[in-house]
């Protein structure tokens, strides 16, 4: 609690941003919906978009950015090689960098919350408040590019009526690949688990899969992957799995667990809701596709760079909540329930806020700066 009220004051930019969001909602309940829009999506290209470099990654963003020798087609993904030399011979600043990809994130959740939900506002605010989402933009912005852009592809390959469907999904797939090449992975467990998806399945075994996972140690997924993989793997590459296999034999830290047991309590829950929806293909696949999140997260909850797969997956919980809402018809019921999930996520917010960076040693989101600040100095 110390470290909360010593740092209140750091929290006022977090704070301004959630109010002026709220804020933005009630207005589009009481009068033009439309304008919510263009407004709230402005309010969050700004505040993101414009940011300082005042994370780690930020700051290699930056680096790489201002030195393109640093930049090669074997190290980083191709769009960003050439939106970074694009922006920079039209002679802007790293602050173009992080407002484009905002931007281009913001809009491919947007498109995508809107082919999969009408509880717009609901599911762009549990956006903002996920850990792995919105705040992510601060850190893993590449991946969290990459994630909106499946997102979307994904909202257009479950509604089976589009036109072109299949042509649409595949250039997004491809477009995904180019921003993280993470995505890959994504594609290639959607497509084997495509039909798989649409089923229900006994809610035991849901359960199970979920428990198991989070039983089996990372370090044990490792070691069996070294094995299979270990006629072709490198050498180099072998010694350094192995030496993390050995570092992570242990259980993974509290806060990792905690964010799996969490995970695990939304999935059944999540699952206990299907039989409301049995006739609701879209709905089944959202809530299979969040608990294969749950189930890889936990495999990997000792390999931070391996979790961040399951992002691609939780991110549905975005619009399952708010569908799953919209079950309660009666209105006091509606509300406490609607207010009870806002709680939620805002604990979630503040958590993700109060992220303590090893490698900075400090909780980095406290320092959060705008380009915009520079102006009234």
């Not at 479950?158 to 299949?166: C, D, G, N």
Request: glycine share 4%; hydrophobic share 55%.
């Amino acid at each position: 609690m110390d470290v909360f009220f010593n740092n209140f004051g750091h929290l006022l930019p977090w704070m301004l941003l959630l109010t002026a969001y709220l804020a933005l909602s009630v207005h589009a309940e009481l009068t033009n919906r439309r304008v919510f829009i263009f407004a709230s999506l402005a309010l969050l290209v700004i505040f993101a978009g414009l940011r300082q470099s005042f994370t780690p990654d930020l700051l290699r963003y930056r680096n790489m950015y201002e030195d393109p020798d640093l930049l090669t087609f074997g190290f980083m993904e191709p769009t960003f090689i050439l939106i970074s030399k694009a922006l920079g011979a039209l002679g802007l600043d790293y602050h173009a960098l992080y407002l484009v990809y905002t931007a281009i994130t913001l809009a491919f959740i947007y498109a995508g919350i809107n082919n999969l939900t009408r509880h717009i506002r609901l599911a762009l605010f549990l956006y903002i408040s996920i850990p792995a989402c919105f705040l992510n933009l601060f850190v893993e912005m590449r991946q969290v590019c990459a994630i909106a852009i499946t997102f979307y592809a994904t909202s257009i390959f479950l509604k089976k009526e589009t036109r072109h469907r299949l042509l649409k999904v595949s250039g997004l797939a491809i477009l995904s690949i180019l921003f993280h090449y993470s995505s890959l992975l994504y594609w290639v467990i959607l497509f084997c688990s495509c039909k798989l998806i649409r089923r229900s399945y006994p809610t035991l075994l849901y359960i199970a899969a979920m428990a198991v996972s989070m039983a089996i140690p990372t370090s044990l997924i490792i070691s069996g992957f070294m094995f299979v993989a270990s006629p072709v793997m490198p050498a180099k590459l072998g010694e350094i799995l192995n030496a993390f296999a050995h570092s992570t034999a242990s259980l993974a830290e509290a806060g990792q667990m905690l964010k799996s047991a969490v995970y695990i309590a939304i999935g059944i829950f999540f699952v206990l809701r299907l039989r409301r929806h049995k006739d609701d293909a879209s709905f089944r696949a959202l809530v299979n596709l969040f608990v294969i999140g749950v189930v890889i997260l936990n495999l990997a909850r000792g390999f931070a760079v391996a979790s961040r797969l399951a992002y691609f997956f939780l991110v549905y919980q975005i619009i399952v909540f708010p569908e799953i809402l919209d079950d309660v018809k009666e209105r006091a019921r509606s509300l406490l329930a609607g207010y009870a999930l806002v709680l939620f996520y805002l604990g979630q917010f503040l958590w993700g806020v109060f992220y303590f960076s090893e490698e900075a040693q400090s909780y980095v989101y406290l320092h959060y700066q705008n380009a915009l600040s520079l102006l009234f100095r």
